[in-house]
């Protein structure tokens, strides 16, 4: 297997993109993605590894270099993080070839703990001797869309689904309700900006979490909106009231996945619990339409463990050599453990 480190997305992108599609790669594995979230958030210098076989790309480890770390192309608004591979011994191969230049210090942020990336890092890091710390960020909770909607709803609390259907026929009284799914073909920017005057939800705004609260954060999701759309992954949900959004929610939806990116609801309408309404419409139709996961993405906050769904830990990788930087830098790793990590889990927690 040949290996290259390139410092650009562009001259990789088609080959990229083909193998995503060939190994069945979520979003969040593309090189659109990638390119979002560095144009928004990145810093210091790109360092992709590539591994081919015989010519051909078969895997690709999206990391960057900043300050003698090398990380992963991932912070708080990644749903996760996952080195894009063809197969287990390209997964395998990426893995140690992050480690064979000995890294002083490697930091990889939202890995699926079971992921195969995840395996494959932590085995190569401990089989060159490394010192490794994993904390867990978040667990993310999903529901698995399988054994039909009627069996999953009557899963549900019965108060808990009495209380929606109550609060539908209440929203009902006021006008016309609607339920609206768009990819972006039309009206993209439109629906957008409705998502941008939803979304902060008052308490979002207070801490600073929307996606407005920030240049680059709203760059970023405009960046993603644009991508997706051109890709046909983008979805823009919404309830409506006599055509009022009063619930909005960005999507994106590949391979039988919707994941939820990031929602709200006008403040005003908050006795009616638009977003619960939302949810439970987006289910039902991804029930219908054949779905394999509804994936909220993000923390396991108590509204979202009303539906009763799994989760997936997401890890914090670190890794140090043994070298006397690297005995510094696990000693400030150390030190941040302690109050940074639990600042940075709090912070994961409110985004969504």
Sequence with gaps: MEFQAVD???????????????????????????????SAFGRGRP????ARDGGRLVGVA?????????????????????????????????????????PVHTSFAFLDAGSPSAVELLRAARARRRHVF??????????????????????LA??????????????????AVAVEVADGSERREELFAELLAVEPSGWKEGRGTSIASSPQTRAFYERVAAWASGQGFLRIASLR??????A????????GVWYFLKGGVDPEARRFAPGKLLVHALLERAFDNGLRSYEFL??????????????????????FSRTPVGFGWNSAVAAWRSVGLPLARRTVGALR
Excluded: C, M
């Design 8 to 38: 650009s997305f562009e001259p990789i992108v088609s080959e990229w993109d083909d193998l995503a599609t060939r190994a069945g790669g979520s979003p969040f594995v593309r090189p659109g993605w990638f390119e979002a979230w560095w």
């Design 47 to 50: 360092a992709i590894v590539t």
């Design 62 to 102: 999206p990391l960057y270099r900043r300050r003698g770390t090398t990380h992963a192309l991932s912070n708080v608004h990644s749903p996760e993080f996952a080195f894009l591979a063809a197969d287990a011994a390209a997964d395998r191969a990426l893995a140690e070839r992050v480690f064979a230049a000995s």
């Design 134 to 155: 994993v904390s867990t960020l978040q667990r993310s909770p999903y529901v698995e869309v399988d054994g039909g909607w009627e069996r999953f709803e009557a899963g």
């Design 158 to 175: 019965k108060k808990f689904v009495t209380d929606l259907r109550r609060r539908r026929r209440a929203l009902e009284r006021e006008g």
């Design 241 to 246: 009231l006599d055509g009022r959004p009063l």
């Design 248 to 255: 909005v929610h960005l999507a994106l939806e590949a391979n």
């Design 298 to 319: 993000g923390a396991d906050e108590p509204w979202k463990n009303d539906w009763q769904p799994a989760h997936r830990e997401l890890v914090l990788q670190h890794s």
